[in-house]
Each structure stands twice: as C-alpha cells, then as structure tokens.
C-alpha cells in the first residue's frame, strides 16, 4: 500500500473541495490510500497571533507525515501569483528534511483555486512545484489526454487541477474540475506505485 499526502491550505473552502476531489482519486487507485492534512493561519506580528487549531477538518500536517509519505500533493489559493503564505511558512520549515534527501524520488503535484480566470492559477502551481523540484521530487501534471482539461472552461491546467470561484465564496467545483483533480490524484499514486515496485 502506498500512502499519498495532501497538504493545503484554504479560507473560502474551494481549495478544501479540490483537496477533497484529489483525495477521491488517489483512493480509485488499488494499493493507493490517501491522507489529507492542512496547515495553520500564519499573520504578522502586528495582526496577532496565529488562528487557533479548528475544531473539526483534517489535522496540521507534519515532518513526520512528509517524510512517511511515498507521494506528495499541495494545495493552495492563489496570492498575488503566488501560494498562500500558510503553505510557504509550512515549506519554508522542512530544510531539515532537504538536507537528508527525504523526499528525493517521491511522486508530488499541486492544485489550485482563484477567484478570477485570470488570477494567476499557472503562476501559483509553479511556485508550489519550485519546492518540491529542490527537494528532488518528481513533479506529475495532467496531460491533454485527459478529456476535461480541453473542455474545462473554469479551471483546470497541464500544471494541476484548479478551479475559477469567482465572487462566490466556495463555489461548488464543476464536473470537469473534479475529474482533473481526481486525475491528478490518480496519476501521482499510480507513479507512487511504480516507483515502489521491486
């Protein structure tokens, strides 16, 4: 059995559903089963500290998970082009596991959601795959091959699954959003799986 970890980070929810729909296809996979973690708020100095652990969703995610994991996939909204400082400040911390190649050869992929078509969504699933290329990790996107990245018409890319929310506060992901997102689980725990066969 392979387990593959699905760290995100969401406020508005969208990013939640897409982990959610990621997760689904890891699980298609047999041998494959999936574990979702989040990260906490982070907030500068000025705006206080920290929000407080959530009574309810998946846990904070951990070195200790990262390093037990055989595939790796991040979630986050976009910032400005850029992930969202949570899942930075959360990266940002595993130098640890960099310098004793803990993640070296894992199978890893990102996902995304905006609010505007054009928010930044390929701009903010390289940034997530910078991290990883430096932790020696084998990045999996979604090939054209997939039927619903050519007919995606709010979200979805070859970098990752995304999602256009526009103005509405969680908007539900469309069919063609789940599908890319499930594909992208699929594909990283299918890599997982050969990449550990003897």
Request: glycine share 14%; with cysteine; net charge neutral.
């Given at each position: ?42 907030a ?52 640890a ?23 930044g ?8 795959m ?69």
């Amino acid at each position: 059995m392979v387990e593959i970890l699905i760290v995100y980070y969401s406020r508005g929810g969208s990013t939640a559903e897409l982990a959610r729909q990621v997760c689904r296809g890891v699980e298609s996979i047999p041998g494959a089963s999936g574990k979702l973690r989040t990260v906490p708020s982070v907030a500068a100095e000025s705006e206080g500290a920290a929000r407080p652990v959530p009574p309810s969703g998946p846990p904070y995610a951990t070195h200790d998970d990262l390093r037990s994991a055989d595939g790796l996939i991040l979630g986050s909204p976009t910032r400005f082009g850029n992930m969202a400082a949570p899942l930075k400040h959360f990266l940002d911390g595993t130098s640890a596991l960099w310098v004793s190649g803990a993640l070296v050869g894992k199978p890893a992929g990102v996902f995304t959601s905006t609010q505007s078509m054009h928010g930044g969504q390929e701009t903010t699933l390289l940034s997530m795959m910078l991290p990883l290329l430096h932790h020696g990790m084998v990045i999996v996107g979604i090939p054209y091959t997939e039927p619903a990245l050519n007919e995606t018409r709010a979200g979805g890319t070859p970098y990752g699954a995304s999602h256009v929310g526009g103005s509405e506060r969680g908007a539900p992901l469309g069919g063609e959003e789940q599908s890319l997102a499930q594909s992208l689980g699929r594909r990283v725990a299918q890599l997982a799986l050969r990449l550990r066969a003897p």
